[in-house]
């Protein structure tokens, strides 16, 4: 579980972010999911955009995504999200108050 501070940390690192995870009229599928794994493996930290076309609200689409790939779901702005995962082997994130 992530704290505040950790959380205002991340957001600000996604703030200059560009999506590379986008979910469309299909949600999540199996290869959203192996996309949304694979990218937090390499960068622990990935943003996210729900189409327009989506026709369920970004707020559970990101939820439902973050549990599936067992990250943690820092924030929802809009149709943009960030999905925090650490990577045990080789961490780049230094978070702060660890």
Same mark, same amino acid.
Do not use: H
């Given at each position: ?35 949304? /794994? ?29 549990? /599936?790939?067992? /990250? ?27």
């Amino acid at each position: 579980m992530l704290t505040g501070k950790q959380k205002r940390y991340l957001r600000s690192l996604g703030n200059e972010m560009e999506p590379i995870l986008l979910v469309g009229k299909e949600e999540i599928t199996n290869n959203v999911l192996k996309q949304a /794994a694979e990218a937090l493996e390499a960068r622990e930290l990935i943003k996210g955009r729900v189409l327009q076309n989506c026709a369920e609200a970004p707020e559970n689409i990101a939820s439902r995504l973050a549990e /599936a790939v067992e /990250a943690e779901l820092v924030q929802v702005i809009g149709r943009n999200f960030l999905l925090y995962k650490k990577n045990k082997e080789k961490p780049k994130i230094e978070l702060p108050g660890n």
